[in-house]
């Protein structure tokens, strides 16, 4: 990876830990939101611009390709996770990317300790499999960006459509 934003994604828990810790340290408070962010479209940016508002620095944790493959199936993901790395970690907003290869956010969140755990508006507090984990470690529960009205899968049935023989 080159250019600014390969700076930004740290695949190092240890280096994470590091980062987390000195931001605790300055007071700052920590929002974490997670996803696959295939086919960056405008939903994921409103989402994460959303999350950012929420506390001083925003990271995202990005599900490997092998995590994708396991929940959404073969040929997904269509961009590889170095590149969507690269690619989340470009947005302004974004702090700091890291990988995750879990079925769930849970073992991250032990890990980040957020103070705010930002997921998109297709989740409530009652649907999402990690809000207990987060409450047990005392951080908050935001529901952000716009409604559900984009999607990847959406797009990638848009473009078959459009380019079917």
Known sequence: ??????????????????????WRSAGRRIVLSNGTFDLLHVGHVRSLEDARTRGDVLVVGLNTDASVRTYKGPGRPVVPEGER?????????????????????????????????AKGRDYTEETLP????VRELGGDIAIVGDPKD???????????????P
Do not use: N, Y
Not at 88 to 99: E, F, I, M, R, S
Not at 130 to 133: H, T
Not at 150 to 164: G, K, T, V
């Open 1 to 22: 990876m080159t250019g600014a934003s390969a700076g930004k994604i740290v695949s190092d828990r240890a280096r994470l830990t590091r980062q987390l810790d000195q």
């Open 130 to 133: 990690e809000a207990a984990v």
């Open 150 to 164: 984009h999607a990847a899968s959406d797009l990638i049935a848009r473009i078959q459509e459009r380019f079917a």
């Open 85 to 117: 790395a690269e690619i989340v970690a470009a947005l302004a907003c974004v702090d700091l990317v890291t990988l995750f290869d879990e079925p769930t956010a849970e073992q991250l969140i032990r890990l980040v300790r957020p103070d705010v755990w």
